[in-house]
Nanobody
Framework: QVQLVESGGGLVQAGASLSLSCAAS?????LGWFRQAPGKQREFVAF????????YYAEAVRGRFTVSGNNARNAVYLQMNVLKPEDTAVYYC????????????????WGQGTQVTVSS
């Protein structure tokens, strides 16, 4: 069983930056981020694949968010720039034994979530 613990998040104004961190207690093939806004389904944000460092982003965040990882520390990070009010959500760290996924149903491990609120 892999445990994921997020840190970071908070309240910022539109246009600001924020970073999230996630520490994993074990190894997964892919580690990344999903988010869930009130009344909406959990959606994919970004992931990094450990085997080759490949990163993949949702269209809504591409160019503004950057996912990175520290293999030695089993940690993944999400740098969020030019935040928009529509980025407001609970952000979840997600780990999977698959080499890639954008589906919440294929995630094997979840963190507890951290709130990100962007005011206009």
């Amino acid at each position: 069983q892999v445990q994921l613990v997020e840190s970071g998040g908070g309240l910022v104004q539109a246009g600001a930056s924020l970073s999230l961190s996630c520490a994993a207690s074990g190894r997964t093939l892919t580690l990344g981020w999903f988010r869930q806004a009130p009344g909406k389904q959990r959606e994919f944000v970004a992931f990094i694949r450990w085997i080759d460092g490949t990163t993949y982003y949702a269209e809504a965040v591409r160019g503004r968010f950057t996912v990175s990882g520290n293999n030695a520390r089993n940690a993944v990070y999400l740098q969020m720039n030019v935040l928009k009010p529509e980025d407001t959500a609970v952000y979840y760290c997600a780990g999977t034994t698959r080499t890639s996924t954008t589906r919440a149903s294929e995630v094997d491990y979840w963190g507890q979530g951290t709130q990100v609120t962007v005011s206009s």
